[in-house]
Nanobody
Framework: QVQLVESGGGLVQAGGSLRLSCASS????????MGWFRQAPGKEREFVGF????????YYADSVKGRFTITRDNAKNTVYLQMNSLKPEDTAVYYC????????????WGQGTQVTVST
């Protein structure tokens, strides 16, 4: 497991953009994949997208496809979630998570960062 810290959340107008960061404090950060999830009050946790650490291929939930982009900076042990064309429905606490290998599920989670999209 590694320690993950999300940052970059805040208040933004609908149609605006925001970039979230998820930094690992681990010295040897080499996960199989990094995922982004979100959870709004009263709702279940929702998958946003993930990125394979080695190759950098990313995949997204239909709800954010075309608007969100996940990238990573291996040298900085950081994964990013670029959010464009934000909608009020995107309001949630966003979490990043690490999957250490292909044989396990996500086993390390950050504390989350609040994203609020106003009308």
């Amino acid at each position: 497991q590694v320690q993950l810290v999300e940052s970059g959340g805040g208040l933004v107008q609908a149609g605006g953009s925001l970039r979230l960061s998820c930094a690992s404090s681990g010295r040897a950060f080499s996960p199989y994949a990094m995922g982004w999830f979100r959870q709004a009050p009263g709702k279940e946790r929702e998958f946003v997208g993930f990125i394979f650490w080695s190759g950098g291929s990313a995949y997204y939930a239909d709800s954010v496809k075309g608007r969100f982009t996940i990238t990573r900076d291996n040298a900085k042990n950081t994964v990013y979630l670029q959010m464009n064309s934000l909608k009020p429905e995107d309001t949630a606490v966003y979490y990043c998570a690490a999957r250490s290998s292909a044989t396990v599920t996500y086993d390390s989670w950050g504390q989350g960062t609040q994203v609020t999209v106003s009308t």
